[in-house]
């Protein structure tokens, strides 16, 4: 049922009807909802309409200018650049995270 909802439909029932959710922290890029139909834009208009707190994450850069991301961290760790992740992670990635992203190999 929730992989089906809209972003607007998962805000209500789910964050705001089951959770009482009173703040959202997103990063600048986020899409949520059936099929992604809910970007920053329309959250930020749905979170007004409904007296939620939103704060959305601007994007963030490794000292190398790199900008960092889950995806860019799995990739570091699956192609071996832990330098890298641990730039983007602000921490060594510890052997647990290692296993479950080469194990799982999913972006």
Do not use: W
Request: charged share 20%.
């Amino acid at each position: 049922h929730l992989m089906h909802m809209s972003g607007e439909d998962f805000i209500i029932h789910a964050l705001l009807g089951d959770l009482s959710v009173k703040h959202i922290v997103v990063g600048f890029d986020h899409r949520f909802g059936y099929r992604a139909d809910t970007d920053t834009g329309k959250l930020a208009e749905i979170c007004k309409r409904q007296d939620i707190g939103l704060t959305i994450v601007p994007p963030v850069k490794t000292p190398g200018g790199v900008f960092v991301s889950s995806s860019a961290i799995k990739n570091a760790i699956i192609t071996g650049d832990m330098a890298l992740a641990q730039d983007m992670l602000g921490r060594a990635p510890n052997a647990h995270m290692i296993a479950r992203i080469r194990k799982s190999n999913h972006f």
